[in-house]
């Protein structure tokens, strides 16, 4: 099956620095999106970005399919930016469902 | 609107015992995921609805496992016999549609803790 690889898995940034962080896929993916686990658990989707680049606010992504890759941009990290993402695809075919593969996620935490 | 609501929000319960978990996706979303969250293995798919066909449970990891959809809403995710390896956060998402290019909305989770 599909591997999805993220990196770093950990990162500490001080407040107001700004961090890319990377998802590798295996093979070609669908339905690619990000998500943000709060330290509170809850998992918000953050962007929905099969190919090209989008923004929101601080936060940016960019999808190169060919290459299988993501990436996500947060600029002037704040606290609350802290927490664990999630980057997760889906596989291509007739029987697809939208099921979707998760990577391990990257945990940042944001210092004042 | 609302989102994803899932109950109860923890359970704790003894090994051999049954438990059943719920989930009411966002109103008008016909595609509804399960997904379990453990320590050791991440975020694993369970189980996909969509409208009235039949379910992929491709990712439910034995036969104790089971889901139903009534109705094309609510849905209930049922553990028979309960294993200590079932602790974990079972999540739920749900999207506008099924298949491809569609995000996916997570409620809070349950948090399942067998004894």
């Known amino acids: 099956g599909i591997q999805v690889e993220q990196s770093p898995p950990d990162l500490i940034l001080q407040e107001g620095a700004n961090s890319t962080l990377r998802c590798n896929f295996s093979?070609?993916?669908?339905?690619l999106q990000w998500f943000h686990q709060n330290p509170w658990g809850q998992l918000i989707n953050l962007f929905y970005i099969p190919s090209g680049t989008k923004q929101n606010g601080r936060l940016s992504a960019t999808t190169v399919a060919t290459e299988r890759y993501s990436l996500l941009y947060i600029s002037s990290s704040q606290t609350t930016d802290s927490g664990v993402y999630f980057c997760?695809?889906?596989?291509?075919?007739?029987?697809?469902?939208?099921?979707?593969?998760f990577g391990q996620g990257t945990t940042l935490q944001v210092k004042p | 609107g609302a989102g994803v609501s899932q109950s109860p929000s923890n359970k704790v319960t003894e090994k051999g015992k049954d438990v059943e978990l719920r989930c009411d996706p966002i109103?008008?979303?016909?595609?509804l995921y399960w997904y379990r969250q453990s320590l050791g293995q991440g975020l694993e798919f369970l189980i996909y609805?969509?409208?009235?066909?039949?379910?992929?449970k491709s990712g439910l990891p034995s036969d104790r496992f089971s889901a139903e959809r009534t109705g094309g809403s609510v849905s209930t995710l049922t553990i028979q016999r309960t294993q200590q390896e079932d602790s974990a956060v079972y999540l739920c998402?749900?999207?506008?549609?099924?298949?491809?290019?569609?995000?996916?909305?997570f409620g809070d989770g349950t948090r399942l803790s067998i004894l």
């Open positions: 109103s008008g979303h016909t595609a």
């Open positions: 998402a749900s999207s506008l549609s099924g298949g491809e290019n569609q995000p996916q909305h």
């Open positions: 093979d070609s993916v669908n339905n």
């Open positions: 609805f969509q409208g009235n066909s039949a379910p992929d």
């Open positions: 997760a695809g889906g596989v291509h075919g007739s029987s697809n469902t939208g099921k979707l593969i």
